[in-house]
């Protein structure tokens, strides 16, 4: 089925969050062939995002195209390729990941003033819709604030995405305990550590602000998974277990990235975290 990647290349032209998901079901799909032959999936996924990288220069096309090939199809070559290395589930999500996290850093500077004009844009839009909303104090206070993590949003974004694609891989594999296979390794908090020296310089608060926000995304992921497991344990009607999880994750989020970033510290476990595949 080689024609269904260049698909999902064109796909993700349009939409690199479902083309994401939706990838990584044909990879699931396929998972026997891309495993063994990692590369040759993300070859035929290239050809129509490169083809217009090449050919049309407008600097709208350049970004639909780079966030094709390294926020949907990198990743998940690095993710095929972890996974047939070292079998270890979270490892290989976390290096995709981080593949993602580098180019949305990455794009925005690359991308500021148009992506600046996008916001702007937008604005101008909400205005001329919704005058009132733009009306409010608070609202006008914070614009500057929402634009300059504009890439923690596109980061936190994608991961999301990443993260139902991810499921959807393991459910398609019949993988049990699905989200409860998401134990980060410890290194990982370092990173979180490393840049919050950045917080204490008016040059690199933004900078800060961005990081902090997309990196947190992983401790939320390793908390949800916990408190997913828990729930599991106290109610045996999911629905209810899925009410009560979204109660926490609109009010407790900060709780969650907490809980995930102690459990990767602290927490010794009797299992390999992250689980095995073979």
Known sequence: MPIYPVIFGALSLLSPFLGLILYMLYVAKTAELNLTKPLQAFIMFIPIPVLLLIFDPQTSTRLLCLDAILAVGLPILVFLIVLKNNHILSNSFLAAFLVMFAWGMLRYYLF????????????????????????????????????????????????????????????????????????????????????????????????????????????????????????????????????????????????????????????????TPGGYTE
């Open 112 to 271: 500021k003033t148009y992506q600046d004009q996008l916001f702007e844009q937008g604005m101008q839009v909400v205005k001329d819709k919704m005058p009132a909303l733009l009306n409010n104090d608070l609202l006008q206070q914070t614009l500057p604030f929402w634009k300059g993590i504009i890439p923690s949003i596109w980061v936190i974004s994608q991961a999301i995405a990443w993260l139902i694609g991810f499921l959807l891989f393991e459910g398609r594999l019949q993988i049990p305990n699905r989200i409860e296979n998401l134990r980060f390794p410890v290194y990982f908090n370092l990173l979180i550590i490393a840049v919050l020296p950045l917080y204490f310089f008016d040059q690199t608060k933004l900078l800060f602000y961005n990081l902090l926000l997309s990196l947190c995304i992983i401790p939320f992921f390793q908390g949800a998974g916990l408190v997913w497991q828990r729930l599991g344990m106290i109610f045996s009607n999911r629905i209810i277990s899925g009410l009560f999880m979204l109660i926490i994750v609109l009010y407790a989020n900060i709780l969650l990235v907490l809980l995930g970033f102690g459990n990767m510290w602290f927490t010794k476990r009797n299992i």
